[in-house]
C-alpha cells in the first residue's frame, strides 16, 4: 500500500516538473516573439526615413534659341537615383521659352517636394567662317531675264552654305520685263547692303551695206569642165 501511495507521489511531483518546464518554454518563446516583433518595427521605421531623406540634385542647363528641350527627366538629374524613384519623378518645364533668350525654372517633383533648376536660353554662337561685311554686284540681264535665286550671285565674295542661310535678299523692286536701272538689297549680320541690276534691251544686229550693190555669190566651180558630145556619123550613099 505504500509503495503504491509512493510511486502516485513520485508521478505527481514528476507532473508538475514537466508543466514547469513547458510554462517555462512558452515564456521564453513569448519572449523571443516580442523581441522579433520590436526589432521588426525599428527596421521599419529605418526605410521609411530613408526614403524621406532623398535629396535629388538638378543641373542648370544652356542652351541655344530654337534647341529641342529633352523629355527625359535623366537628363536633368545632378544626381543617380534608383529606378523606382525615377519612374515617380515628374518634369514640368512650362516656363522655359526655347524662342526667346533668357533665364528660365524648370521644376522636378517627387512625393509632393519640388527642385527646382534653372534653364539659360542664349543666342546662337557666330562661326569663325562668318563675313564681317560683304561686297553686291551689279548684275546686267537682258528684258525678259529671269532672275537668279542664289546669293551667290550677286555677291563678291565667296560664301559657304552656312552663311547664305543667314541672308536674306529682296529682288521685289526689280522690273525685268522693262529695260532701267534697279536697285537690291541683301540683309545680312543684321546690315542692309544695296546692289544694282541693270535691265537692258537686245539690240538687233544691224546690216553695214545698206544701199550697196549686193555682192554676187562666187561661183563654186570656175572652170567647169566640158561635157564631150558624141560624134557625128556619117551618111552611106548607095
Given at each position: 500500500?505504500?509503495?503504491?501511495?509512493?510511486?502516485?507521489?513520485?508521478?505527481?511531483?514528476?507532473?508538475?516538473?514537466?508543466?514547469?518546464?513547458?510554462?517555462?518554454?512558452?515564456?521564453?518563446?513569448?519572449?523571443?516573439?516580442?523581441?522579433?516583433?520590436?526589432?521588426?518595427?525599428?527596421?521599419?521605421?529605418?526605410?521609411?526615413?530613408k526614403?524621406n531623406?532623398?535629396?535629388?540634385?538638378?543641373?542648370?542647363?544652356?542652351?541655344?534659341?530654337?534647341?529641342?528641350?529633352?523629355?527625359?527627366?535623366?537628363?536633368?538629374?545632378?544626381?543617380?537615383?534608383?529606378?523606382?524613384?525615377?519612374?515617380?519623378?515628374?518634369?514640368?518645364?512650362?516656363?522655359?521659352?526655347?524662342?526667346?533668350?533668357?533665364?528660365?525654372?524648370?521644376?522636378?517633383?517627387?512625393?509632393?517636394?519640388?527642385?527646382?533648376?534653372?534653364?539659360?536660353?542664349?543666342?546662337?554662337?557666330?562661326?569663325?567662317?562668318?563675313?564681317?561685311?560683304?561686297?553686291?554686284?551689279?548684275?546686267?540681264?537682258?528684258?525678259g531675264?529671269?532672275?537668279?535665286t542664289?546669293?551667290?550671285?550677286?555677291?563678291?565674295?565667296?560664301?559657304?552654305?552656312?552663311?547664305?542661310?543667314?541672308m536674306?535678299?529682296?529682288?521685289?523692286?526689280?522690273?525685268?520685263?522693262?529695260?532701267?536701272?534697279?536697285?537690291?538689297?541683301?540683309?545680312?549680320?543684321?546690315?542692309?547692303?544695296?546692289?544694282?541690276?541693270?535691265?537692258?534691251?537686245?539690240?538687233?544686229?544691224?546690216?553695214?551695206?545698206?544701199?550697196?550693190?549686193?555682192?554676187?555669190?562666187?561661183?563654186?566651180?570656175?572652170?567647169?569642165?566640158?561635157?564631150?558630145?558624141?560624134?557625128?556619123?556619117?551618111?552611106?550613099?548607095?
Amino acid at each position: 500500500m505504500d509503495k503504491h501511495v509512493r510511486i502516485i507521489t513520485v508521478t505527481a511531483l514528476s507532473l508538475l516538473g514537466i508543466l514547469c518546464i513547458a510554462s517555462g518554454v512558452m515564456y521564453s518563446s513569448l519572449q523571443a516573439n516580442n523581441v522579433e516583433e520590436k526589432v521588426l518595427v525599428v527596421v521599419e521605421q529605418k526605410q521609411v526615413s530613408k526614403e524621406n531623406d532623398i535629396d535629388i540634385k538638378l543641373k542648370n542647363l544652356t542652351i541655344e534659341v530654337n534647341t529641342p528641350l529633352s523629355v527625359k527627366i535623366i537628363d536633368y538629374l545632378d544626381s543617380a537615383v534608383s529606378d523606382e524613384v525615377l519612374a515617380n519623378l515628374k518634369l514640368d518645364t512650362s516656363e522655359v521659352n526655347v524662342t526667346e533668350p533668357g533665364t528660365y525654372n524648370y521644376t522636378v517633383t517627387y512625393k509632393k517636394k519640388t527642385y527646382q533648376g534653372i534653364i539659360i536660353v542664349k543666342e546662337k554662337e557666330v562661326t569663325n567662317n562668318t563675313l564681317q561685311s560683304i561686297t553686291l554686284k551689279t548684275v546686267n540681264i537682258n528684258v525678259g531675264t529671269a532672275l537668279p535665286t542664289d546669293v551667290s550671285n550677286y555677291v563678291i565674295e565667296p560664301l559657304t552654305d552656312d552663311i547664305k542661310a543667314t541672308m536674306l535678299i529682296d529682288l521685289s523692286k526689280v522690273n525685268v520685263n522693262t529695260a532701267g536701272n534697279y536697285q537690291y538689297t541683301i540683309t545680312y549680320n543684321n546690315s542692309i547692303y544695296t546692289g544694282t541690276i541693270v535691265v537692258t534691251e537686245t539690240q538687233p544686229t544691224l546690216s553695214t551695206n545698206i544701199g550697196e550693190e549686193p555682192t554676187p555669190t562666187p561661183n563654186p566651180n570656175p572652170n567647169p569642165t566640158p561635157t564631150p558630145t558624141p560624134e557625128e556619123t556619117p551618111e552611106q550613099t548607095n
